[in-house]
Nanobody
């Protein structure tokens, strides 16, 4: 059983940066592909970014490509989401997730474990 705990969310102005962290415990972190999803107010959860078990492969939603960067540190059992040039439409609860496939995964249904989320609010 893998436990995931997100941190780093907050209230920021348009154009600011935030770095989200997701600390994993209870499993072999390097076996898992990791992803970030978000759920804007009143909307469904959507894919943001994912990385393979090694970090060698990453994939991004078009809406964040060029602004967000996903990375991982397997020695620290942590995955990060660096978010730059934030916009009000990035406002959402951000979730990290772990996929036992070990690969870069886009579909939420392919993830086995989820964190409880961290709120990111961007005001103009």
């Amino acid at each position: 059983q893998v436990q995931l705990v997100e941190s780093g969310g907050g209230l920021v102005q348009t154009g600011a940066s935030l770095r989200l962290s997701c600390a994993a415990s209870g499993g072999t972190f390097s076996n898992y592909g990791m992803g970030w999803f978000r759920q804007p107010p009143g909307k469904e959860r959507e894919f943001v970014a994912s990385t393979s078990w090694s970090g060698a492969t990453t994939y991004y939603a078009d809406s964040v490509k060029g602004r967000f960067t996903i990375s991982r540190d397997n020695a620290k059992n942590t995955v990060y989401l660096q978010m730059n040039s934030l916009k009000p439409e990035d406002t959402a609860v951000y979730y990290c997730a772990a996929s036992g496939s070990g690969r870069t995964v886009i579909r939420a249904g392919m993830y086995d474990y989820w964190g409880q989320g961290t709120q990111v609010t961007v005001f103009s």
